[in-house]
Each structure stands twice: as structure tokens, then as C-alpha cells.
């Protein structure tokens, strides 16, 4: 069973930087599509970004280019979200998701939350100005 656990939420000033983490066990194969999306407070959850963790492609929503990095390790089984030069704006529940089908990753734009089988519960990120 693939369970996917984030970390390294929390508070943070305007301007400041936090990194992601998101632990994943029980997953089976060779590449797989992973990525990040946010929910706001009174939103719809929206992608931030993806990777295909076989060749390292990745895709960011608008918002974050240039501001956040994604990234994978395969050897910890660890997929990470470095954020820096947060803003209020970046204030949301995050989500780490996976899915076996690398194909999902491998075009010029993010994914689909439908796109992924595999969720974590979420970690919060909160930016004050």
C-alpha cells in the first residue's frame, strides 16, 4: 500500500523560505509522476508543481516560478518542495501526490489533480506579512 506523509510546514514571514518534504513507502516500479498542490482557505486546490522522477522533468504553475523549487530523492524516497521568497499569497494547505504513470509528468504543463492516485493528508504553510 503507497502511503505519502509531508512535513516542514509552518510560519513564516513574508520574504522567508521553508522546505517541503514528503516521505513514500510501499511504492512499487520505476518512474512515477509526483507533484505538489495547495489548497487556500475558501479555494479550490491547485497544482504548484510536478516531477517525473525518472528523468527529473518538471512543470510550475505560474504563480511559484522562479520562487520554488521541486525535487526527488530515489534513493530516500522523498519528494521535497523548496519555497523561498514567500508570500501571503502561498498561505495554504499543501498536498504531495503521486501516481505510477510518469506519463502524466512529461508534458509542458502541470498535471491534473486527477491525474494521481496516491495523496498525503497535507501540511499547512503560513506566510505572514
Known amino acids: 500500500q503507497v502511503q505519502l506523509a509531508e512535513s516542514g510546514g509552518g510560519s513564516v514571514q513574508a520574504g522567508g523560505s521553508l522546505r517541503l518534504s514528503c516521505a513514500v513507502s510501499?511504492?512499487?516500479?520505476?518512474?512515477?509522476?509526483m507533484g505538489w498542490f495547495r489548497q487556500a482557505p475558501g479555494q479550490e486546490r491547485e497544482g504548484v508543481a510536478s516531477?517525473?522522477?525518472?528523468?527529473?522533468?518538471?512543470n510550475y504553475a505560474d504563480s511559484v516560478k522562479g520562487r520554488f523549487t521541486i525535487s526527488v530523492d530515489n534513493s530516500m524516497n522523498t519528494l521535497f518542495l523548496q519555497m523561498s521568497g514567500l508570500e501571503s499569497e502561498d498561505t495554504a494547505m499543501y498536498y504531495c501526490?503521486?501516481?505510477?504513470?510518469?506519463?502524466?509528468?512529461?508534458?509542458?504543463?502541470?498535471?491534473?489533480?486527477?491525474?494521481?492516485?496516491?495523496w498525503g493528508p497535507g501540511t499547512r504553510v503560513t506566510v505572514s506579512s
Open positions: 510501499g511504492y512499487t516500479g520505476s518512474s512515477h509522476c
Open positions: 516531477i517525473d522522477d525518472s528523468d527529473g522533468s518538471t
Open positions: 501526490a503521486a501516481d505510477d504513470e510518469a506519463v502524466y509528468c512529461s508534458g509542458e504543463s502541470l498535471p491534473e489533480q486527477s491525474d494521481f492516485v496516491y
